[in-house]
């Protein structure tokens, strides 16, 4: 097969299946249980300088607990994968102040940006202050990428990003087509060293559902080498084996279960609690002032001692219950 | 942005955003399949269903397939984008069944546009040190890559509306005819309208070059050329912009977006 070019990004990851499979076969556990802490979950599996990617879709179905947990306890020089990364990105961002640097390397598609709701000012002076190395995606390619690791091959070939700069700023190569001549782009594939995914409900061995849109994270969950699972709800392996076809994640892909009741906010949870718009809107405002923004993080992340804590910060259960009636009953408006 | 327009009995007064949204929404046909984000493009998409497109079939990129929305998402990956789907789906199957060809239409905005309809969303100045970074491709990239017709609803200025972009973050017709599939593009693909607060443009058939198909109710070509950091090919015949009809207003401020999260702006 003939490589055409070569963008000029880094490419951050090995896409070697062979190291890969070592890995994987050396992984067990997958009938054990690994129910235990967010904290106990982050200091065993999330290390200094790891490639770490964050399942859902940037205020939707996200971990939030394990990512406040990675900021508390102070983990540096991380590779990040972006797609769609929006509060994700921004919890993450705020490690990279006083001269601490959370995030050194991002793969990005989407940063910064939290959609509709308009771009954070920490985001972007993370992005933009040069200290961080970047490297171009799409958010397409970001999924090809975990295909490609997921099935166990080194890339994906795919029809986007050819002839843009996206294309110039990443690691893809373009290619000939073996079969027809034609242009393709390879995209290479991508072993996050750990990631986290937030689902519905788990066993305790880390068979996982899921509902709603499973956005890339069915090829994350079986891409990365170390898989930290948080659940809304723990159910019985009995549960898991009356549905089995309700399994999207089996329990060999994971090394940690973290029971997290309302454990994407201020994020959106698909048929269980809508976003905290008024508290989204809030991290966006204090962004833009260094002393308010310090004050901020103090007391919902820095000050508390676990997810728990943020929630009380946050206004506890009965906030949980109206971003709930919003979710299932469009009771109020939803921002 | 365009003042706001007198109303009239036959006319009613609307905004420059609520027209270019009524323009938008004209040019989905019923039983298209159309991709769209948060914002104008949903809202087009959401008063075409809603008026002469009832079949129209919308798809979000995190997975969304033919919500019946109930209002506008903030999110394309929030909960409103699979409100009464049609399927729940992987954001690869959303941009796989781009690839395939089954998709029509895709609605796209961005900071920078070019003569040949090339985006930027990426960055102002040199990419190693940007002046000021936007979020990146996302999925922009890909549904204007793979869909059959990409359209862009933006504001006109020269700011916007430039002779060389920054960064040539999502591809129109790259360097003008023929270069998309010389690039490896699917073949027939490419940028099909940009709709503006002044007018609507499409692409010279021959040379690619962005051209005036119709100008908005008070605005003359020579104002969309102010506008313009580049040069508007001619444009053979140059119609009016329909006004919004009461109808297309009225469900729009009603039932589209009653909150005015986006109209209101």
């Given at each position: ?15 070697d ?89 991002v ?67 373009e ?52 898989l ?11 549960e ?26 201020p ?69 | ?11 009613p ?11 938008a ?53 929030d ?54 970074r936007f ?65 609507v443009l ?54 589209v ?9």
């Amino acid at each position: 097969m003939k490589v055409l070019s070569s963008g000029k990004g880094k490419l951050f990851m090995d896409p070697d299946p062979e190291a890969a499979r070592q890995f994987f076969r050396a992984k067990r556990g997958a009938m054990d249980d690994k129910v235990m802490s967010v904290q106990e979950a982050v200091a065993r599996f999330v290390h200094d300088g790891d490639y770490f990617a964050s399942g859902g879709f940037g205020a939707n179905r996200i971990s939030t607990a394990v990512l406040h947990e990675i900021l508390r306890q102070g983990k540096q020089n991380l590779t990040f994968a972006g797609h769609t990364s929006t509060h994700d990105f921004q919890i993450l961002a705020a490690g990279n102040r006083n001269g601490r640097k959370l995030l050194a390397r991002v793969d990005c598609a989407y940063v910064i940006g939290l959609e509709a709701r308009g771009l954070s000012p920490q985001g972007r002076r993370v992005m933009e202050s040069g200290e961080i190395e970047v490297c171009e995606w799409t958010n397409y390619a970001l999924a090809c990428r975990l295909r490609a690791a997921a099935a166990g091959i080194p890339f994906v070939p795919a029809r986007n990003m050819l002839g843009t700069d996206t294309y110039e700023y990443s690691a893809a190569k373009e290619i000939e087509c073996p079969f027809t001549g034609r242009k393709l782009m390879a995209l290479p594939a991508l072993y996050p060293d750990v990631s986290v995914v937030h689902v519905h409900e788990s066993d305790c061995y880390g068979n996982c559902r899921i509902r709603g849109i499973a956005v890339a994270d069915l090829d994350l969950a079986r891409a990365s080498k170390r898989l930290i699972v948080t659940t809304e709800r723990l159910v019985s392996n009995r549960e898991i084996r009356h549905s089995p076809e309700a399994t999207v994640i089996p329990s060999f892909c994971v090394d940690a279960v973290c029971e997290v009741p309302f454990g994407s906010y201020p994020g959106n949870m698909p048929g269980e609690y809508f976003s905290d718009e008024e508290h989204l809107r809030e991290w966006l405002e204090v962004e833009k002032d260094e002393h308010r923004y310090q004050q901020f993080l103090d007391r919902h992340i820095y000050g508390v001692r676990d997810f728990q804590g943020y929630l009380e910060s946050c206004g506890g259960l009965p906030r949980m219950l109206e971003l709930r009636a919003i979710e299932l009953f469009s009771r109020k408006k939803g921002g | 942005m365009a003042q706001s327009r007198q109303g009239t009995q036959e006319s009613p007064t609307y905004s420059a955003m609520e027209l270019m949204i009524c323009a938008a929404s004209r040019l989905l046909d019923d039983g298209a399949i159309v991709g769209v984000g948060t914002g104008a493009p949903c809202a087009a998409a959401m008063l075409a269903q809603k008026t002469h497109a009832p079949r129209l079939f919308i798809i979000f990129e995190a997975g969304g397939l033919a919500p019946r929305l109930p209002s506008m998402p903030i999110s394309v990956g929030d909960s409103r984008t699979v409100a009464e789907a049609l399927m729940a789906t992987s954001m690869g199957d959303v941009f796989e069944s781009c690839q395939r060809g089954i998709v029509d239409y895709a609605f796209l905005g961005g900071a920078q546009i070019d003569c040949y309809g090339n985006l930027n969303s990426t960055c102002i100045g040199a990419f190693e040190r940007p002046r000021v970074r936007f979020p990146g491709s996302g999925g922009a990239n890909d549904f204007a890559s793979l869909c059959w017709r990409t359209m862009v609803l933006t504001l006109h200025d020269r700011r916007r509306f430039v002779e060389k972009l920054d960064f040539l973050t999502t591809p129109g017709y790259l360097t003008g005819p023929g270069a998309r599939e010389a690039a490896g593009l699917p073949a027939g693909s490419g940028p099909y309208r940009v709709i503006t607060d002044l007018a609507v443009l499409g692409f010279h058939e021959t040379s690619k070059r962005m051209q005036i198909l119709s100008l908005h109710p008070g605005v003359t070509a020579a104002t969309v050329q102010e506008h313009t950091g580049f040069e508007l090919a001619e444009a053979a015949e140059i119609t009016m912009t329909e006004r919004p009809s009461a109808e297309q207003l009225r469900i729009l401020r009603e039932e589209v977006d009653p909150h005015r999260y986006f109209l209101g702006r």
